[in-house]
Every structure is written in structure tokens, then in C-alpha cells.
């Protein structure tokens, strides 16, 4: 499978009125053609920020302080701003949570899709640009594309706000689609259809995706593969089936626990990834471990490789039972 | 692919929630329906606003009769003059009076002058809308520019210095800072001619019309006499501007960096729109707060332009009104808060029409 | 009738997300807010207490509308009237009033304010009433009113209430609204705190320090309003100075070039608006 997406120690600081906030640290993964891989982790972990800093979106103050995210060859972060601009939407899509926050409330939904189309093909005219439209929304499951390009988005309901923006994500048939939390905002009911509506129109066009959500369930049913996020770093990655089969770093086996009649073993003790200020030493997650020793919250964890395929673990125990029982075979 | 399936029937479940009936109902029939509701509002509103500034003058301590005859004047001199000007009579009577002479048009005479109201108000409120409606313009000009610039490259050089520069203007009171102007552009300068009304002293003016001193010379054909206005108006509409575009600049700044921050710009530049597209979408965000503001800034203007007035010379209906209250000229008083108020309420009349049509989500509600 | 053709957008947007304040500072420590309280107080104390060169109300004809020199810094006045000595003398009577003015405007404003963020049908009455008052030509009406009610220069205070409290009475009752759909509050109400109970131990505490923000902005603005009516000539007894008083009688020069007579009393009242702009907009911030 060839690598779409490589990122590499990437790592993003927010200048805060009390300091650099180390959002994001020492963050790799890759993501082949085809593939749809799914980012977890309890909110404030940094995995919206570790997905926005790709397209540089980041917040007011937010800045990449290094690695680098190989996008088709491309470094992102050497890019300018300009081409940058180019590369979003056109070969990067990108969809977020609550799709009424994400339209524009005051212009017609056609006027929107030609601003957009127009900013990566300049020059197509009006009709065009409309049938071009009509075309992406057919394809996200709307069928009287007409009408809805004729309103305005407080006309849509929260399902078919979100196919609108699915189809403006993927109108310039983008290589790579990101999607942050992108069903959170609607009801139960429709968050399935619309995440198979996205997995449809990914595996259909041969694209990837990044899926960040907090739902085991969704990374468990739509993705291929998994990074899971704590306090700003990985900390465990892999194929899905191997990771939630068998979760070797015990925040992930928490997690897991967590879903209601999911899991065995012990659930997350409260609180939350800490705000650093600081460059990590020990553990993150040290503090809520049950295994936790002095250890841990001392020598920042060895990334443990020899667990096969592309599976990666950052945990002490896992590298010392590594170590005892000799790698597992296969 | 049995996902598309699901998403026909949750399709034809879930149409889009409008009845599609007022999008497609001709613009300006929909518009002009809303204009004519609104209207029917002003009537009563008027009728409030008569009252209370009748009602206000009433309760003020302090007998006209009195301030005319002087100091000097005996008991029954001011009988007389109390008598004349039918301060005697019982205070329903005037009131009813008052109410059906304003109705057919008739705002009383002044006490001192015995001009008409209604005509000295028909002359002198041109002159002073004149200058407001420039200097607004002028001021959301400003506004706007260094708002956006304040918003937009926060961190600027440019942007720092409008930061600065809009603080010390908003902090100065219009009256200060027209001074200053004159002495700067009229005497350091002498880039405008002397500030003392619409037109020079040797300017012979033209018959009103309309009032508008710009249309008036330009319907006579007089070229000249519009170039002098012009020059005169500089001087008065730069000071508005500045002061007002302070505000207004203050405004913007905070609408719009808020709205620049908004997830509809995320997602705009998510996909890669032009900066100019992304700014022009959180622009249009804030412009109907900005245009609320405007109506909000008339209406301060209106009832406030009698110190500019003054300080130009200006021959509007401002500095009268203050003329006519340092006398206790009670028709005066009552026309121009009555002038004032339904300017005031046109104002916001027609800046809640446009907002309303400006905006699809407020015109669906209605 | 009129309210709905007022638009309310530009009602004061509730500051949402209060975070917990950064814990040991106060917040009155912010370096705006110092700042602009000492300036106040500097000049204040000056007007009061200080040594002036001339006597700021005794004309000396001998020396009229000099320029800035070494005798007369800031120069004289037509009548002879030291423009330095005045400026400063004029603070006693300009900064008292007008924060005299915002303090009694609170006072006002925020009991009522308070009361109607209870919805009864009184509480419509009043937000109607307030929305007709901004048809009202307030400058007329605060002439009118000082000029009617014996011309003292105390009684601008009420030309500065009448524009103050419609504001802090919005102010308040938004915040009250927003704090009123809180948890806490319908917690309280839901283990039955009475209203006066609610009113007073939840919601009172939550808006003091916007309150306090909002009374320093309005004096700012009272120094202007003071200034505008002192220039207009209404409450002022000459040759007693104000800032108004004396950029009105500096304007009939300002055309022939005597700028000095304007622009010192203009610079006092831009050093004292700024000065009180400085600490609402701190403590503002602070609150964020």
C-alpha cells in the first residue's frame, strides 16, 4: 500500500498569556492510500489539533515547533501560505463537527459552493460551477439538490447540513479527507448514516480519511487502522483489530473498559490529560495508571516496536514484559 | 451500497424544514410588505413621543410668560403675555390642542421669534441631516477599514497603531477635536475656507428647495456656491467621521475578530477559500450589528449635532433647539424632540427592514 | 409597539465562559487599572492640595492670550486667566461629578436593572419605556432638564444619570438573565431559595464586578457629557472653571491661532477619559 501521509515528531506549542502550552508532542503516523485511520482519546488530548495543524488551521497563537507530515511527497509545514491554501480543499478535505456552525448562515448555498469551487478552478462559469454542485450533492445522498442549493442553511436539518458539507469537502475530489468529531452535533440516529455516507465516498474514490472522534465504537466499525492520543502524544497505534483485540498500554485497555459492556479488566480512574506547560518528563499518564511506579512519572516512556506489523506501544511495563517473555510470534 | 438506500428514505423523511413558499415569494413584494408593517408602527409611536415631550415641558418649574416679559415687568404685563400665548387655559385643553394642531401639521410659533416651528424645522433639519448622513458615512468608512485591519492583522504594526490612534479619538470629545481640526486645516493650512456655516460670508445664497444646500445650488445651477458648500462641509463631516469612525472602528474590531474566529471561517478556509473570500464571509457576519450601530449613532447625532452646530455655525435645527431651550421656548423644545424622535424611529425603522433582508435567517422567522 | 422596531442586537453581549480568575492576584492589580487610578488621583489631588502658579480665577489684564512661556506654561486666556492653573483647578470640579454621576447611576440602574431580570409584566413596561427613551434627543433633554432646574453645575448629575442608567440597567439585567439559566441559580431555586434569597446571595455577587467595569466607562463618558454641557454654557458659574468652560472660551480664538487656550483643558479631558476608559476596559479583561 503506498504511503499517502507521513507525519513525523510533529509537535505544536500555543502561546498562552501564561505560557507555551505543548499541545502536541513527538506525534508520527502514517496513513496509506485507501485507508481510513481513526484518531482516539479523551477531549483535550490534542487530537483536533494534531489534525488541524496538517492544514494549518491552527488557533490564534498556535504554532508547529517541529517534525514534518509528508503529504503525497509534500512537506506541509514548508509549504506557504498560498499553496497551502491551494492544497486545502482541493486535495485535502476537511469537515468538523456541527455542520449549522460550518456553513455560511447569510449566503445561498450555491453562491458557497461557486466561491469555493472558483478558489481552486478559477475562470468556471456560473453553470457550470452549478452542475458541479449538483453533482457532489447527488453523491451525499441529497436528491432534489436544486432546493437545497437555492436556501440557505439554517433551511437544511443537522443530517442534511452535514451531507452539504461532505459534498463541499469532497467536491474537488480531495485525496485525502479529514474529519474531526464529524457526526458529534447530530442525532444517533443519523450519525450512522452519515458516517457510512463518508466511508462510501472514501472507499469509493479510493481516498483515505482521518477520523478523530472519542467513540470506540465508530474507530471499531469504519477504520482500518488507530492512534490513540494521551496528553499530546501517541500511545499506543495500530490495525484496529489488533489494538482493540489486544490493548497492550493501559489507558487504551481503560478506554476500552469504558464502553458500556465493551470491556473487561479495570475503567479509567477520573480526571483528564493534564495542560502542559512543560516539555513532558515521565509518563502522562502515570498519575491515572493503576500500574503506575516511580519509574513512570521519572523516564518518559520507550516506544515498543516489536509487538509486529506496525503496532507501537509507549509504556514501560510493555517494554519490560517484552523484554521476559520474548516477542509473541507473528 | 445499501448506505444510499438509508439516506432516500431518510431524505424524503426529513425535507428541508422550510416551506419554500417565501424564498420564492418576489423579493420586493415580500419587502415591501415588511416596509409597510413596520410603518404602521410609527403612528403610535409618534403619539408616546408627543405626549411625553408635551407632558415634559408641563412639568417643567419655570413660567415662559415670565422669561419673555423680563425681569423687569409688572404682574400684569405677564398676565397678559400668559393670556397671548394661551398658558392660562386648562392643561387638557392645550393638550388636545396641541395634539390635533400637530396632526394637521402645525407645531405651534415660537415664543420670542413667532417664526413658524413646522417651517424653521422644515429649513433647518436638511441642514443638519446634511452633515449627519456625510459624517456617518464617512465615519463607517473609517470604521470599517481600520476595524477589519484591527481584526484581521491583530498583531501588526498598522493595526497597533489604529489600536492606538482609535483609543485617543474615542476619548476626545467631538467639539474638542473640531476645534483642533480648525485650527490645523483652516488656519495652519488654510486648506478649507473659515468655518462659519454652509457658505462663506460673501456667498450669496440660493432660494431653498429642498432644503439639501447640496441639491439646492446644484438645482439652481449655481457651480460655484457647490463648491464653496462642499469646502464648508469638509471641516464638519471630517470631525464626525473621525470621532464616530473610533467608535464604529472599535466595533468592528471586536465583531469581527470574534467572527473571524468563528468554526463558518474555519471551515471557509478549510476548504481553501481566498483570504479576501474568507474575510468578505465574516464580514457579512457582523453587518447587521454594524448597521444597528449606525442607526443607533443617528439617532445619538440627531438629538446631539447642537454643539457641532454651534461650533460651524452651522444653521441647523440643533443649535436653534438649544437656543430655543436656554429660553424656555416650549413650542421649540417640543417640535425638535418630536422632529428629532421620528427621525430616530425612521432610523431604526429602516435599519430593521434591512437587516431583516439582508439576513435569511431572520426573514424565514418572520 | 416601539420595542420591536428597535433592534437589539447591540445589546451588551453577556461575557460567557467565565473562567476561574487566576488565583492570589486581585483583580484590581491589572496594570491598566492602576494606572488610570492614579493618574485620576493625581489630579485630583493637584486641583485640591497643590501650590498653583496664578490664581485661576483672578484675570490679569496685563498679560492676555500669551503664548506658552516660562511665567505661564500653558499660556493665558482672553481675560488673562493662567490656562495651567485653571486646567488643573478645573479637575476638582470635573472628575467629582462626573464619577459622582456614573456612582449615582449605578445606584440606580442596578436595582432596577435586577428587578427586571425577573420576567413580570412590569419588567416588559420598563424595557419598553427604555426602548421609547432612545427616540429621545438626549442632549436636548439633558440641557433642558439642568438649564429648568436652576442651572448649578450639580445638576449635570442628572443630565449624566438620564444617560447612564437606560445603559446599566440593560447591562445588569442581561447578566442577570444569562446568570439566571445558569446551574447554580436553578439549583438554588430548585432546594426552594426563595427569590430575594436567590437575587441576593447568586446573582448579586456575579455581576459586582461588571457593574464596577461598567461605572468606570460611564464616568468616562460623564467627563465628556460634562464637558459638552459646560461648553454649551449650561451649569457653569464663570469665572469658576471647568474644562468645557474653558475650551468654549478658547474657541472663539481658535480661528485666529491662539490654540493653547483649547488644547490643554481638551488634552485634561482626554487624559481623564482615557484614564477611567483604562480601568473599566482592565477590569474587563481581568474578568475574562
Not at chain 1, 451531507?163 to 480531495?174: C, E
Amino acid at each position: 500500500m503506498t504511503v499517502l501521509l507521513e507525519a513525523s515528531n510533529l509537535s505544536v506549542n500555543i502561546d498562552t498569556p501564561r505560557g507555551d502550552l505543548h499541545v502536541v508532542e513527538d506525534v508520527s503516523f502514517s496513513l496509506g492510500e485507501g485507508e481510513i485511520l481513526g484518531v482516539v482519546g479523551e477531549s483535550g488530548c490534542g487530537k483536533s489539533t494534531t489534525v488541524r495543524s496538517l492544514i494549518g488551521l491552527l488557533p490564534r497563537g498556535g504554532r508547529v515547533t517541529g517534525g514534518s507530515a509528508l503529504f503525497d511527497g509534500v512537506d506541509l509545514f514548508a509549504q506557504r501560505p498560498a499553496s497551502l491554501r491551494a492544497i486545502r480543499g482541493d486535495q485535502i478535505g476537511f469537515v468538523a463537527q456541527n455542520p449549522f456552525g460550518l456553513l455560511n448562515p447569510v449566503l445561498p448555498i450555491a453562491k458557497q459552493f461557486r466561491t469555493l469551487i472558483r478558489a481552486h478552478r478559477g475562470g468556471l462559469g456560473k453553470a457550470e460551477c452549478a452542475s458541479m454542485a449538483r453533482e457532489a450533492l447527488l453523491r451525499t445522498g441529497i436528491h432534489e439538490p436544486d432546493r437545497v442549493l437555492h436556501g440557505y442553511a439554517h433551511q437544511l436539518s443537522g443530517g442534511m447540513a452535514q451531507r452539504v458539507v461532505i459534498a463541499m469537502a469532497t467536491i474537488l475530489d480531495p485525496r485525502l479527507l479529514i474529519s474531526d468529531e464529524p457526526t458529534t452535533a447530530l442525532d444517533v440516529t443519523i450519525q450512522r448514516q452519515v458516517l457510512e455516507l463518508m466511508r462510501d465516498v472514501v472507499r469509493l474514490g479510493n481516498r483515505s480519511m482521518i477520523l478523530v472522534t472519542h467513540d470506540l465504537g465508530v474507530v471499531a466499525q469504519f477504520c482500518d487502522s488507530v492512534i490513540v492520543m494521551y496528553s499530546g502524544s501517541v500511545v499506543e497505534s495500530g490495525k484496529v483489530a489488533e489494538v482493540f483485540t489486544h490493548p497492550e498500554h493501559p489507558y487504551t485497555r481503560g478506554l476500552l473498559a469504558s464502553v458500556p459492556g465493551g470491556g473487561r479488566g479495570e475503567t479509567l480512574p477520573p480526571g483528564g490529560p493534564p495542560a502542559r506547560f512543560e516539555p513532558a518528563r515521565g509518563c502522562q499518564f502515570a498519575p491515572r495508571c493503576s500500574r503506575a511506579e516511580t519509574l513512570c512519572s521519572v523516564e518518559p516512556p520507550p516506544t515498543v516496536s516489536s509487538l509486529g506489523g506496525d503496532r507501537r506501544v509507549r509504556c514501560h511495563f510493555v517494554e519490560i514484559e517484552e523484554a521476559t517473555h520474548g516477542a509473541p510470534a507473528g | 451500497m445499501t448506505s444510499v438506500d438509508g439516506l432516500r428514505e431518510q431524505v424524503a423523511a426529513a425535507p428541508p424544514q422550510t416551506s419554500g413558499q417565501q424564498a420564492r415569494t418576489p423579493r420586493s413584494r415580500w419587502a415591501l410588505r415588511l416596509i409597510v408593517r413596520r410603518l404602521l408602527i410609527l403612528p403610535p409611536s409618534l403619539f408616546i413621543l408627543v405626549t411625553l415631550s408635551f407632558g415634559l415641558i408641563e412639568l417643567i418649574p419655570g413660567n415662559p410668560a415670565v422669561a419673555i416679559a423680563g425681569s423687569g415687568a409688572t404682574h400684569a404685563e405677564v398676565q397678559r403675555i400668559s393670556t397671548q400665548l394661551g398658558l392660562d387655559r386648562p392643561l387638557a385643553e392645550r393638550y388636545l390642542d396641541y395634539l390635533g394642531d400637530t396632526v394637521r401639521g402645525d407645531l405651534g410659533k415660537s415664543y420670542f421669534s413667532g417664526q413658524s416651528v413646522a417651517t424653521e424645522l422644515r429649513h433647518r433639519m436638511p441642514a443638519t441631516l446634511e452633515l449627519i448622513v456625510l459624517g456617518l458615512a464617512l465615519a463607517s468608512g473609517i470604521g470599517l477599514g481600520l476595524g477589519t485591519l484591527m481584526a484581521y492583522r491583530a498583531r501588526g504594526f498598522a493595526a497597533r497603531l489604529s489600536n492606538w490612534l482609535t483609543s485617543v479619538l474615542q476619548s476626545a470629545p467631538d467639539f474638542l477635536l473640531g476645534l483642533l481640526l480648525i485650527y490645523l486645516v483652516f488656519f495652519k493650512l488654510g486648506w478649507v475656507p473659515s468655518p462659519v456655516g454652509q457658505l462663506g460670508l460673501a456667498d450669496e445664497s440660493v432660494a431653498p428647495k429642498t432644503g439639501f444646500m447640496l441639491v439646492d445650488t446644484l438645482l439652481a445651477g449655481r457651480a460655484g456656491l457647490f463648491a464653496s458648500h462642499v469646502q464648508h462641509l469638509v471641516l464638519p463631516v471630517v470631525t464626525l467621521g473621525l470621532v464616530y469612525g473610533a467608535f464604529m472602528a472599535r466595533l468592528t474590531e471586536s465583531l469581527l475578530s470574534k467572527a473571524l474566529r468563528a468554526p463558518q471561517v474555519e471551515f471557509a478556509r478549510a476548504c481553501g477559500l481566498r483570504e479576501r473570500d474568507v474575510l468578505r464571509y465574516a464580514v457579512l457576519d457582523v453587518r447587521g450589528a454594524l448597521l444597528t450601530y449606525v442607526a443607533i449613532l443617528f439617532g445619538t447625532l440627531i438629538g446631539g449635532a447642537s454643539i457641532l452646530d454651534r461650533l460651524f455655525s452651522w444653521q441647523g435645527a440643533g443649535a436653534w433647539a438649544l437656543d430655543g431651550i436656554l429660553k424656555l421656548d416650549a413650542p421649540v423644545i417640543q417640535g425638535f424632540i418630536l422632529a428629532a424622535g421620528a427621525l430616530t424611529i425612521l432610523a431604526y425603522l429602516a435599519c430593521d427592514v434591512a437587516s431583516t433582508l439582508l439576513d435569511p435567517r431572520v426573514r424565514d422567522d418572520r | 409597539m416601539i420595542p420591536e422596531a428597535v433592534p437589539r442586537v447591540l445589546d451588551h453581549q453577556p461575557s460567557r465562559m467565565r473562567r476561574p480568575r487566576r488565583r492570589g492576584l486581585p483583580i484590581w492589580t491589572s496594570a491598566p487599572v492602576i494606572v488610570g487610578s492614579l493618574v485620576l488621583l493625581g489630579l485630583l489631588l493637584a486641583s485640591l492640595f497643590a501650590p498653583l502658579p496664578h490664581d485661576p480665577v483672578r484675570p490679569d489684564a496685563l498679560s492676555v492670550l500669551r503664548p506658552p512661556s516660562w511665567d505661564h506654561i500653558f499660556g493665558t486666556d482672553r481675560d488673562g486667566l493662567d490656562v495651567f492653573s485653571r486646567t488643573i483647578a478645573s479637575a476638582s470640579r470635573d472628575v467629582p461629578l462626573a464619577l459622582g454621576g456614573a456612582l449615582v447611576s449605578l445606584l440606580i440602574g442596578a436595582p432596577i436593572g435586577l428587578l427586571v431580570s425577573f420576567p413580570t409584566r412590569l419588567a416588559d413596561w420598563v424595557m419598553r419605556a427604555l426602548d421609547l427613551f432612545q427616540a429621545f434627543p438626549l442632549v436636548i433633554l439633558a440641557v433642558a432638564l439642568v438649564t429648568l432646574t436652576g442651572n448649578d453645575l450639580q445638576n449635570v448629575v442628572i443630565a449624566i444619570i438620564i444617560i447612564n442608567a437606560p445603559r446599566m440597567i440593560r447591562l445588569v439585567r442581561t447578566e442577570a438573565l444569562v446568570l439566571r439559566s445558569r446551574r447554580f441559580v436553578e439549583a438554588a431555586h430548585a432546594i426552594g431559595a426563595s427569590r430575594s434569597r436567590v437575587l441576593f446571595r447568586h446573582i448579586l455577587p456575579n455581576v459586582t464586578e461588571i457593574m464596577i467595569a461598567q461605572t468606570a466607562l460611564a464616568a468616562a463618558q460623564a467627563i465628556v457629557v460634562v464637558a459638552a454641557l459646560s461648553f454649551l454654557g449650561v451649569g457653569v458659574s464663570p469665572p469658576d472653571p471647568t474644562w468645557g468652560l474653558m475650551i468654549q472660551s478658547g474657541s472663539q480664538q481658535i480661528s485666529t491661532g491662539q490654540w493653547w487656550v483649547v488644547l490643554f483643558p481638551g488634552l485634561a479631558v482626554v487624559v481623564a477619559v482615557s484614564a477611567f476608559n483604562a480601568i473599566g476596559r482592565g477590569l474587563q479583561e481581568a474578568q475574562r
